[in-house]
């Protein structure tokens, strides 16, 4: 699976960046939450990638890495102008980047390579796994605000298409081996820990910002039916992420790449999106 790195521009509602989902702004803020992790988050796997490629001599392999990069850039790109929106809405993107952004760079300058690379590739079956979660349900988006869903499709199709490089750069670069298994499966466990802690802390901190909309009681419990509720995200992600502990898992294990053929039709949309936007 080569990915392919496209220069998408998505159309998105500033008026809307606090309740563009169908759910409501709680079910909103949520995924606002999670955008604010891209911006930097795409940057450290970039470079927790790249500091390994001159290890890579498999030509396929190598291509695949420039197409990983090239994706996660645009995906960073796309999230700080969908963040800039939460900042002109008075919510504090900005300091919450900035607070992720010191983290990661400590963590560049003096944890590991092959650690940031075992965290890369913990995230990335995290985003894999979400990724196919809304690709396979609709009903996760629903009738939301066009240009959001795009936003959150388009994303979530490239990091299907690319959710296996990290990991085979991480196959190629360590010896195989029962120390490889053991990062790996323990860095996922500090992983789990560390991200929903940031996601829950950034998804509290949009909603005090956002006190203005009111409704909160009744919008605490449909984002918490949306999330834990028995057809809820995490129950949904349990099983493929226990699939991570595997001795011999591979990202392309669970093969869903046939959800990639909507992605030329989607871009299209976008693209259609954008134009009647601008006119």
């Known amino acids: 699976m080569l990915p392919i790195r496209?220069?998408?521009?998505?159309?998105?509602?500033?008026?809307?960046?606090?309740?563009?989902?169908?759910?409501?702004?709680?079910?909103?803020?949520?995924?606002?939450?999670?955008?604010?992790?891209?911006?930097?988050?795409?940057?450290?796997?970039?470079?927790?990638?790249?500091?390994?490629?001159?290890?890579?001599?498999?030509?396929?392999?190598?291509?695949?890495?420039q197409g990983f990069i090239g994706q996660e850039a645009m995906h960073s790109r796309e999230h700080q102008h969908y963040n800039d929106l939460l900042q002109d809405a008075g919510l504090p993107a900005h300091l919450l980047d900035r607070r992720l952004r010191m983290i990661l760079d400590f963590q560049k300058k003096h944890f590991a390579p092959a650690f940031n690379l075992?965290?890369?590739?913990?995230?990335?079956?995290?985003?894999?796994?979400?990724?196919?979660?809304?690709?396979?349900?609709?009903?996760?988006?629903?009738?939301?605000?066009?240009?959001?869903?795009?936003?959150?499709?388009?994303?979530?199709?490239?990091?299907?298409?690319?959710?296996?490089?990290?990991?085979?750069?991480?196959?190629?670069?360590?010896?195989?081996?029962?120390?490889?298994?053991?990062?790996?499966?323990?860095?996922?466990?500090?992983?789990?820990?560390?991200?929903?802690?940031v996601v829950f802390d950034f998804h509290v901190r949009m909603l005090i910002a956002d006190r203005k909309r009111g409704g909160h009681?009744?919008?605490?419990?449909?984002?918490?039916?949306y999330l834990y509720g028995p057809k809820g995200v995490f129950p949904r992600i349990a099983l493929p992420w226990l699939q991570y502990f595997k001795p011999g898992f591979h990202p392309w294990d669970h093969d869903n790449r046939h959800q990639l053929q909507r992605i030329d039709g989607l871009v299209q949309d976008i693209q259609q999106t954008r134009a009647a936007a601008t006119k």
């Open 6 to 65: 496209r220069d998408i521009k998505v159309e998105l509602p500033a008026q809307r960046i606090c309740d563009w989902h169908e759910q409501g702004s709680h079910v909103t803020h949520f995924f606002n939450a999670l955008s604010l992790l891209f911006p930097s988050g795409e940057l450290f796997f970039m470079d927790s990638v790249r500091h390994y490629r001159e290890r890579i001599h498999d030509p396929e392999l190598k291509r695949q890495i």
């Open 217 to 225: 009681w009744r919008g605490m419990w449909q984002v918490i039916k």
């Open 118 to 197: 075992a965290l890369t590739i913990a995230l990335e079956h995290y985003t894999a796994i979400l990724a196919d979660l809304l690709l396979r349900d609709p009903s996760r988006f629903g009738a939301s605000v066009e240009g959001y869903r795009q936003m959150w499709q388009w994303h979530a199709l490239e990091e299907t298409e690319h959710k296996a490089v990290a990991y085979d750069v991480w196959n190629t670069v360590l010896k195989p081996g029962p120390k490889r298994y053991l990062i790996r499966t323990g860095t996922m466990l500090f992983t789990t820990l560390t991200f929903w802690l």
